[in-house]
């Protein structure tokens, strides 16, 4: 079975993010970049099919400048056995829609039985390609998944996703896009000679024209980015416990008009 | 010249990491506490390919070499040297040894399963009354038909208790001093081979160091590594590699309290701003600051020379000197920076400052290490310093 | 009606829709006075639910009722909107966050070809078009951003838009717009619920309680709860605990978890590392207790307690009781 896994590239949580000068995106000096926690639940399960089916290739995916690669590469080290990078400066300023409509272009061109992305990307949170992907594709889609197996012909796939107040659990027929929420699994470290191995493997570049997508604008536009407002000065309440805490409650109520 | 690390070390250096911060450090301080050997955890990093990095694939190894290997060993130890030390035992004290002086059917017998991380190995040279002076081996190994049968005592073997091979050195011939030495792979279970007590000490707590008795224990002809009377040649190679390891360890420790300081400095607040902002406090970040990097560039070289297959006996000691020194000077200084929190075991720095001292004192002592460097150096041999 | 802003409903499946409604249709009535719809997919509304929407000032209603709306698949729902949405030309079509909504908006976008902005914390009309503000960066920016074409999409985040104050005896024209049968690719198998706390969803509730790793196990978050049952809170958990296996994955606030943006945040033994601050860091009110002064949870709390928790929630628990008493 193939199985299609898309990846982004995001700032580390711990890194320090400043807005560069055009005020629309982030100054990429001395980031920490990582792959979306997300993706690698989608990386580890792709790659746990595969094993339990004893076959199968998993290719990962991945849309974003050079340094993307390394991103890639972190896949290929993890077990992932060739990678595609949509790597070209007509999407360097992508929404949502346009992302999914490459990666559609990718999953047409390689005819994978499944695909798997990151519930959503840490970076600006959107959480929409996966479904856009499944739209445009015409397939069906479980988002939040907490579990799947795929029957043994390899014909549908049975996947719970988390709601609000419990799991629904669907019968998927193949191809199908499934989006990993966090407790689907635990991901693998890549070994170390996952990590030499990966070298070996092939990260392919794929520019727009080789997929036949034309540019287009993006849909969705960043007209600006802004600081934070700071939040007003707290106030550490100070006595024993009963005193402090009584203090808490009155000045919740009163001042703060929180209860 | 360039100082950037491949894309595979910066892998290797970011899944160390990661692995170090998420499963090490939860335990770190209890496995200290406690004294306990950390299994779980040591078996998964020999699952991660970390116990046989600078072991060529073919046998059980990641291959990554030497570069990758003080990266690794570095963020190990950032987090616990006990981890880190194990690591460095398997890699360079007993893997390396056997890689490059064993022959095929001992390779794959004895170094395979350490390399995958399957079992443990010990590396057991010092005696009772032969710590610096390794050449005063009193271990003794008699040839008997096929079988030597060994009798004496190893002291301080670290990992010595949990360790499935034993790289023991004996003397086979008195008469010729250090060349009379010979190396042996002794596997537990052996009659006559016994562990001894395990030490009880002030730092790397959770690895255990043992004292292993050989009492008419009768090792097969097949279990020596190299020829009669290259012993002492194999663990000196062995102690090369291995002070690159020691020296990335210490780099770690003192990395690991160097950030904790720099953290502190930015909350603490004394005199109405936070401690960073106080001149003597800086003063001290920025000499550790500046050991730390001296230590990691020294290491590095050291390293790459090993990598490169070229002479590093010098820069291994010169690398394992000022990165002890310097852990032992940074971690001082953590606790300084600390102030009276830093005496106590909640702050991680106290930890620090105990397991930085045994880097002054294995695999050679840092006035070792000055012998080393100046009498190679008065030779005109200096391993291009 | 053309140029409409649609308002999706959100419902509890059982014919209601949640109250978090009421804020996406405030907010959509404040960004267009009198052109307020809400648009309802569902196996069955209740009267009551219908007469609920016109109250919070939908002008009207367009009911979707078909088995097959339930449960919810994108597949089904994205058709049908999508066809309705061909038919009325509405400027934008608003839901809540939730799962579900999070998915099927995203679907309906790429089926109109328009651009979506997720996790709404702000909207504004800037001349004849929609800015939407929004939270990236684990919470450490706000990204405004614009569409290139209408219907504009978006999704609110709950608890932070002013809701609509119900006006009785204020009604919605109800419409069924007809169907084409929506086929599905998707079989329903199950539904598995989960063990009740008896206390308000994370996402949903106006006070949430969150426990980390100075609750030193999973047996301690009883306090919390108990404290939850007082107040009417939801308790959650910081990714330290849920990692330790001490609270199921749900319950997580933060980066990988819950968004959360409470009126009330009360955070015991939390350090506050950033993703937790991620998923909490708009809650209006944070107070937060740890025994620790140099937690960083402090720099963004507005009231702190350094204590031991063990010995504050009991006290607070007691306090909480005192006042609802009187």
Redesign the interface.
């Known amino acids: 079975m193939k199985i299609l896994v898309t990846i982004k590239q995001v700032?580390d949580?711990?890194t320090?993010?400043k807005?560069a000068a055009d005020g629309k995106s982030?100054d990429t000096a001395g980031i920490t970049w990582i792959v979306s926690?997300?993706d690698e639940f989608a990386v580890e399960e792709a790659l746990r099919i595969k094993e339990k089916r004893g076959q199968g290739e998993v290719v990962a995916v991945s849309l974003g400048p050079d340094r993307v690669k390394?991103a890639l590469?972190?896949c290929l080290?993890m077990g992932c056995d060739r990678a595609i990078h949509l790597n070209d400066a007509a999407w360097s300023a992508a929404?949502?829609?346009a992302t999914?409509k490459a990666l559609a272009a990718v999953v047409k061109q390689e005819a994978p039985q499944l695909v798997l992305c990151g519930r959503q990307a840490?970076?600006?949170?959107?959480?929409?390609?996966?479904?856009?992907l499944?739209?445009?594709l015409g397939?069906?889609?479980?988002?939040?998944i907490m579990e799947e197996t795929i029957d043994t012909d390899g014909k549908a796939v049975?996947a719970?996703?988390?709601?609000?107040?419990?799991?629904?659990?669907?019968?998927?027929?193949l191809p199908?896009v499934l989006?990993a929420?966090?407790?689907l699994n635990e991901p693998r470290?890549?070994?170390?000679?996952g990590?030499?191995g990966?070298?070996k493997k092939e990260i392919r570049d794929v520019k727009a024209a080789d997929l036949g997508i034309a540019a287009e604008?993006?849909?969705?536009?960043?007209?600006?980015?802004?600081?934070?407002p700071p939040?007003?000065p707290?106030?550490?309440?100070q006595g024993d416990?009963?005193t402090?805490?009584?203090e808490?409650?009155r000045?919740?109520?009163e001042d703060?008009k929180?209860? | 010249m360039t100082f950037d690390l491949t894309s595979e070390q910066q892998l290797i250096q970011a899944t160390a990491r990661e692995f170090a911060e998420t499963q090490i450090r939860p335990i770190a301080a209890e496995i200290d506490r406690d004294s306990r050997f950390p299994h779980e955890t040591v078996k998964r990093m020999g699952e991660l390919g970390l116990m046989g990095m600078v072991i060529p694939e073919r046998w059980g190894g990641s291959g990554a070499g030497a570069q990758a290997y003080v990266v690794a060993l570095e963020e190990i130890a950032r987090v616990c040297a006990s981890h880190a030390v194990v690591m460095s035992v398997n890699n360079s004290l007993y893997g390396d040894p056997i890689a490059r002086f064993g022959t095929d059917a001992q390779r794959e017998r004895f170094l395979t399963p350490v390399a995958s991380g399957h079992a443990h190995g010990c590396f057991a040279l010092t005696e009772p009354q032969a710590g610096s002076d390794a050449t005063n081996q009193a271990t003794l190994a008699v040839r008997d038909g096929d079988h030597y049968v060994l009798n004496g005592c190893k002291r301080f073997v670290t990992t010595g208790r949990e360790a499935s091979f034993a790289l023991v050195f004996c003397q086979t011939d008195r008469a010729k001093g250090h060349r009379g030495i010979t190396a042996f792979v002794v596997e537990k279970g052996t009659r006559g081979f016994t562990v001894g007590k395990t030490e009880d000490k002030l730092g790397i707590r959770a690895s255990d160091t043992a004292e292993l008795l050989f009492d008419d224990c009768r090792v097969p002809v097949q279990s020596r590594i190299g020829d009669e009377g290259q012993g002492f040649k194999i663990a000196m190679t062995a102690i090369d590699g291995g002070r690159v390891g020691i020296a990335a360890q210490a780099i770690g420790i003192a990395t690991g309290a160097y950030e904790r300081s720099v953290a502190y400095a930015r909350e603490r607040r004394a005199f109405g701003v936070i401690i960073g902002e106080h001149q003597m406090v800086q003063w001290m970040l920025a000499d550790m600051a500046v050991a730390i990097d001296g230590a990691r560039l020294l290491t590095r070289k050291a390293a790459a020379l090993k990598d490169a297959g070229r002479p590093y006996r010098t820069a291994a000691a010169m690398a394992k000197l000022f990165a002890a020194e310097t852990a032992m000077k940074v971690t001082t200084d953590a606790i300084q920076v600390h102030g009276g929190y830093g005496f106590i075991k909640e702050y991680e720095v106290e930890r620090a400052f105990r397991d930085a001292k045994i880097t002054q004192l294995y695999e050679g002592t840092s006035q070792i290490q000055k012998l080393v460097v100046a009498r190679h150096l008065l030779r005109g041999d200096h391993d291009g310093v | 009606m053309p140029n409409a802003f649609w308002c999706i409903v959100e419902d509890d499946r059982n014919g209601s829709p949640k109250k978090v409604m009421a804020e996406v249709i405030g907010e959509a009535a404040r960004l267009a006075p009198g052109r307020v719809e809400a648009v309802w997919l569902t196996d069955k509304a209740s009267e009551a639910g219908l007469k609920q929407l016109g109250e919070w000032g939908a002008s009207r209603v367009l009911l979707l009722e078909n088995a097959a709306f339930a449960p919810y698949r994108s597949e089904v729902w994205t058709a049908a909107a999508a066809d309705l949405a061909a038919r009325e030309s509405p400027a934008a079509i608003l839901a809540p966050v939730t799962s579900r909504q999070r998915e099927f908006v995203a679907r309906l976008a790429a089926r109109l070809g328009v651009g979506l902005a997720a996790d709404s914390v702000r909207f504004a009309m800037e001349g004849d078009k929609l800015v939407a503000t929004r939270p990236v960066y684990a919470g450490k920016l706000l990204s405004k951003v614009t569409w290139a074409k209408s219907p504009w999409v978006a999704t609110l985040r709950p608890n932070v838009f002013r809701p609509a104050e119900a006006q009785p005896g204020k009604t919605a024209a109800v419409e069924r717009p007809s169907l084409s049968a929506p086929g599905a690719q998707m079989k329903f198998v199950e539904r598995r619920e989960e063990v009740s706390t008896g206390l308000p969803e994370l996402t949903e509730a106006e006070t949430v309680i969150s426990g980390g790793r100075g609750m030193k196990g999973p047996e301690n978050y009883v306090i919390l709860e108990e404290l939850g049952r007082v107040i009417g809170a939801a308790v959650g958990a910081s990714r330290a605990a849920v990692d330790a296996g001490w609270r199921p994955h749900r319950f997580q606030i933060g980066q990988t978890g819950r968004t959360i943006s409470p009126k009330l945040y009360l955070g015991f033994g939390v350090s506050g590392a950033i993703q937790h601050l991620a998923g909490m860091r708009t809650s209006k009110v944070i107070v937060a207790v740890n025994k620790d002064p140099e937690a960083p949870i402090f720099k963004i709390a507005d009231f702190g307690i350094v204590a031991d928790l063990f010995e504050v929630v009991p006290e607070l628990t007691k306090e909480f009781k005192k006042l609802l008493e009187k």
């Open positions: 700032p949580t711990a320090q993010v807005i982030i926690p997300y390394e590469r972190s080290a929404d949502t829609l999914a840490i970076d600006d949170d959107m959480g929409a390609v996966t479904a856009q499944a739209e445009l397939w069906p889609c479980a988002y939040w049975r719970a996703r988390q709601v609000e107040g419990g799991l629904e659990v669907f019968d998927l027929p199908a989006a929420q966090k407790g470290y890549p070994t170390l000679k990590i030499m990966a070298k604008p993006s849909q969705l536009s960043v007209v600006g980015l802004e600081a934070l939040r007003p707290g106030r550490i309440i416990v009963p402090a805490v009584k808490l409650v000045a919740l109520r703060a929180a209860i």
